[in-house]
């Protein structure tokens, strides 16, 4: 099976400016990411140190990543 690298930048125009909706939003980002993590379709993930950007390593074959994060 292949890796892949999974680049992603959040689009900051399109996130809640109340605080609480944001720390919603990604208390539920972050729980989807860690069910990925446990499930082993996503080998590893990160942020860089620039801001709202990260990483995201998964295994599989191109339609099982497409479909992957098509739906995420």
Request: with cysteine; proline share 3%; hydrophobic share 35%.
């Amino acid at each position: 099976m292949a890796k892949f690298f999974i680049f992603r930048e959040n689009d900051m125009t399109k996130m809640p400016t109340d605080p609480k909706e944001l720390v919603t939003l990604r208390s539920t980002m972050l729980s989807m990411v860690n069910d990925d993590l446990k499930s082993g379709r996503m080998k590893d993930c990160g942020k860089f140190a620039r801001e709202n950007t990260g990483y995201a390593i998964a295994e599989g074959t191109e339609k099982e990543i497409d479909f992957c994060t098509l739906i995420r």
